[in-house]
């Protein structure tokens, strides 16, 4: 009545390529979420003070590093995409 189905084998190699490709296509959405973080951050005081000069500072800083590590991210995957559109033979 109830028959158990093989598990489905997916070749680790095309399992990767389509993770890769995936990711490449969530890293502007990821990086866009990242990069709209620091407007949340607000506490609601309008103060210009020492603290808020602070809070500045940090934003700018993650601002900055976000960016650095979305080009990282994008340099990574689009070296992967190119290897594996050599491997399938796909024109540019």
Known sequence: ???RRAPLFLERE???QRRA???ARL???VGFVALCLPILWGNG???AGADGARMTSVGVI???GVW???IGAALVLSRRLRRIDAEQG???
Do not use: G, H, K, Q
């Open 1 to 3: 009545m109830n028959e």
């Open 14 to 16: 095309s399992y990767r």
């Open 21 to 23: 490709i995936d990711a």
């Open 27 to 29: 890293l502007p959405l």
């Open 45 to 47: 005081e309008t103060d």
């Open 62 to 64: 993650y601002l900055f």
């Open 68 to 70: 650095i590590v979305l």
């Open 90 to 92: 796909t024109p540019d």
